[in-house]
């Protein structure tokens, strides 16, 4: 008879956690520069604000 086993459930659950890390998880100075290496906004953030 065969025996159910939910390990597979918890290496799902730990392989879609890690991908929406890394999807989810970059970098913020990334989109504070252009390709060509201007800053795009310089300054402070208060408040999700640029002061």
Do not use: P
């Amino acid at each position: 008879m065969y025996s159910y086993n939910s390990y597979h459930k918890i290496i799902t659950i730990g392989l879609v956690f890690l991908w929406a890390i890394f999807q989810f998880g970059g970098s913020v100075e990334d989109d504070l520069v252009y390709e060509n290496g201007q800053a795009k906004r310089t300054g402070e953030q208060l408040n999700n604000r640029l002061q």
